[in-house]
């Protein structure tokens, strides 16, 4: 039976704002399956989000939503779970707005091991403001201001997430579209900061400078470049050049902020 | 044929598709086909219910309504 995406849409809000061939409606579709796994209460539910095109998802989700200053999701996400930390807090934004404007607040959300599960749409670029080249644009591709290539390298947000303390860490594609949901879903479950990394599309702005004919090239050269974890154990480190290994790639138990500052709260005498 | 096949019943929103062609390129059986800007079912004896189109449709525009 066809899956009621509607249950969980604002009324009127649809179509969306997205480009034709954009992944992100694919996420949105993986995080509202997600939610409706977990049956999520709507009113328990808090979707916070900065700038950019990722950052316009919660406005079509109906639950209750934070659309914020560009890269500060984490730092408002972290008032609303300090003040309800019986809330279900998720962080959605883009690879710019994540780890370039909004770097500071996501490594220090990840140290703080505080419990929201923020998913990552790496597309690889700044698409809302015209292209711009983002710290995940990789070396030597074009965007905007880098119309000769880009000299740097890219972040490897996973990478970053693990390193920063961040006690689960998954990544997953826009390709992999049933494997969506079920990350998402483990993430909300595990006690702690847990980052999503969804490989993205972006069609307008990345696709069309960088040689990709058309959306369906993107979305096989995503299938492409993805290698599970448990099938990348068995290859080599030369076959596995270039490649991008997608599930779950880290989950350790650590304590958990709110926690940590309800003790804190009780050896201060507060709670009297 | 003992038992006449059941068909599914494949909903295009045309309102909301974009005209990505990722429904038609990534159905195994080709039986969605571009009209125009919007996705349209040329043959739906050829679906087999994998609810792939549904799945990939970045805009919500379709729905395989199948028992």
Same mark, same amino acid.
Request: proline share 6%; aromatic share 10%.
């Given at each position: 039976m066809a899956f009621d995406y509607e249950k969980y849409i604002r009324p009127g809000k649809l179509p969306h704002i997205w480009c034709p061939g954009c992944g992100h409606g694919i996420v949105m579709k993986g995080l509202i399956r997600a939610m409706d796994s977990l049956n999520l209460v709507k009113e328990e539910t808090a979707i916070v989000?900065?700038?950019?095109?990722?950052?316009?998802l919660p406005g079509y989700i109906d639950c209750c939503t934070l659309h914020t200053a560009h890269g500060r999701a984490a730092a408002f996400a972290?008032?609303?779970?300090?003040?309800?930390?019986?809330m279900n807090v998720i962080l959605v934004g883009g690879d710019g707005d994540g780890t370039a404007i909004g770097g500071n607040h996501f490594i220090h959300a990840c140290r703080r091991n505080i419990n929201m599960t923020?998913?990552?749409?790496?597309?690889?670029?700044?698409?809302?403001?015209?292209?711009?080249?983002?710290?995940?644009?990789p070396t030597g591709h074009k965007a905007s201001t880098?119309?000769?290539?880009?000299?740097?390298?890219?972040?490897?947000?996973?990478k970053l997430a693990i390193?920063?303390?961040?006690?689960?860490?998954a990544r997953g594609t826009a390709f992999h579209a049933n494997q969506i949901d079920k990350l998402i879903a483990e993430a909300i479950q595990h006690k702690g900061f847990s980052v999503v990394e969804i490989l993205d599309d972006c069609p307008t702005t990345?696709?069309?400078?960088?040689?990709?004919?058309s959306v369906i090239e993107m979305m096989n050269r995503l299938k492409e470049v993805a290698v599970?974890?448990?099938?990348?154990?068995?290859?080599?480190?030369?076959?596995?050049?270039?490649?991008v290994l997608t599930g779950v790639l880290h989950k350790v138990e650590r304590p958990e902020y709110c926690e940590e500052y309800a003790k804190v709260i009780e050896r201060a005498g507060g709670n009297k | 044929m003992s038992e006449e096949k059941k068909l599914p019943r494949i909903e295009i929103i045309e309102k909301y598709c974009k005209g990505c062609h990722i429904c038609v390129e990534f159905c195994p059986t080709k039986v969605l086909e571009m009209k125009g800007?919007?996705?349209?079912?040329?043959?739906?004896?050829?679906? =087999? +219910?994998?609810?792939?189109?549904?799945?990939?449709?970045?805009?919500?525009? =379709? +729905?395989v309504h199948a028992e």
């Open positions: 989000s900065g700038i950019g095109c990722a950052s316009r972290t008032g609303v779970k300090m003040a309800k930390p019986e923020y998913i990552i749409l790496n597309n690889y670029i700044y698409g809302m403001t015209g292209g711009q080249f983002s710290p995940c644009t880098t119309p000769y290539g880009n000299p740097d390298p890219g972040f490897d947000i996973a390193g920063a303390g961040a006690s689960f860490v990345y696709g069309r400078r960088n040689k990709y004919k599970p974890v448990k099938a990348a154990e068995k290859m080599t480190a030369e076959q596995l050049q270039g490649k | 800007f919007v996705a349209s079912v040329k043959d739906l004896e050829k679906c =087999i +219910k994998c609810m792939q189109c549904e799945l990939r449709c970045p805009d919500f525009a =379709i +729905k």
